[in-house]
């Protein structure tokens, strides 16, 4: 590790309380968290991110994560090093460094938002991200949350996801004099063409939603003028959001650039994979070829 990069352990918190409610991971496990509180000027102060991790689409893809932390507690590790936006330290993180900050174990693999009720026996899959949402924030709101003067939701990939989708409920569950703000960090997918001309990315997220029974969890001011699937793609549910939000995203982002614009079921020659490991190796087509299909979406869906 290098020097000035170094974090610190955080204990992870098992909401054992939750699974009388349902809110449970993948296999039936309690969802958890990690919390560190808040300290001097900072006490009333909290910042809640969520993990990422992708996402499962089907019986088959999820059951796979419940042999992993990203499916069940069991088998999370007891301890979380907080860094960056997390860290202690004054001189690294300036802003938020005596924050209450918590870290929201992801086990669900929907973003925090599949509630589907009935459980197979034969799998004893558990599709309940949104319960797991709604019982961890129940926790901090109990643990001095509803007492926040400042307030941000934030999260990276799958977990920035859950960061758009949720901004506005979690703006709901506070004060209306709290200051309260979102941050989605490489969570702005896009409901891009692959260069093969197909939409796989909306096929896959189509998925999502409805393995997990997302649809009702969606903001209901998008999924009332669109399909459900698309309300899962920030650049259709951003729109509805009232809540201020701040969006960070890598211009040619690896994941969206190797799963979204060239998944590998539409390069079977390898033609683009020196250029997915690397953008430097990219030749100036495939980076126009990017630009095209994922800048450029992006733009056109961000302006409207």
């Given at each position: 590790?290098?020097?000035?990069t ?14 009388a ?38 019986v ?5 994560r419940?042999?992993?932390e ?24 300036p802003d ?8 929201i ?15 197979d026996?034969a799998?004893n ?24 003067e ?5 999260g990276?990939?799958?977990?920035g ?11 709901a ?6 200051k309260v ?13 692959d ?8 096929t ?39 809540t ?31 250029c997915?490991?690397?953008i ?25």
């Amino acid at each position: 590790m290098f020097p000035g990069t170094q974090g610190f352990l955080v204990d992870i918190t098992y909401l054992h309380s939750a699974v009388a409610k349902g809110a449970v991971c993948l296999d039936g496990s309690p969802p958890a968290y990690h919390f560190h509180k808040g300290s001097g000027a900072g006490l009333n102060s909290w910042l809640v991110h969520h993990e990422g991790g992708s996402w499962c689409n089907n019986v088959t893809s999820c059951l796979s994560r419940t042999k992993t932390e990203l499916g069940s507690s069991k088998y999370m590790a007891s301890q979380f090093n907080f860094t960056g936006i997390l860290s202690n330290q004054q001189e690294l993180n300036p802003d938020f460094y005596n924050w209450n900050i918590i870290r929201i174990r992801y086990c669900d693999g929907a973003s925090f938002t599949g509630d589907v009720e009935p459980v197979d026996p034969a799998t004893n899959l558990h599709l309940r991200g949104a319960r797991i949402w709604h019982a961890v924030m129940e926790d901090l709101l109990a643990k001095g949350m509803k007492n926040a003067e400042k307030a941000i939701l934030t999260g990276c990939s799958a977990g920035g996801l859950a960061s758009i989708l949720h901004c506005d409920s979690f703006r709901a569950l506070l004060s209306k004099t709290c200051k309260v703000k979102c941050i989605s960090d490489a969570g702005f997918f896009i409901n891009a063409k692959d260069i093969s001309g197909a939409r796989r990315i909306e096929t896959f997220f189509g998925q999502i939603v409805a393995t997990h029974g997302s649809a009702k969890n969606l903001p209901s001011s998008c999924t009332s003028k669109m399909r459900p699937e698309l309300c899962f793609f920030p650049q259709y549910a951003i729109q509805h959001v009232q809540t201020p939000i701040f969006i960070i995203n890598a211009a040619y982002d690896l994941w969206q650039v190797s799963n979204i614009l060239v998944p590998d079921a539409v390069d079977p020659h390898g033609n683009w994979k020196i250029c997915k490991a690397n953008i430097s190796n990219c030749s100036s087509a495939q980076i126009k070829t990017m630009h095209n299909n994922i800048i450029g979406t992006g733009l056109k869906r961000a302006h409207g």
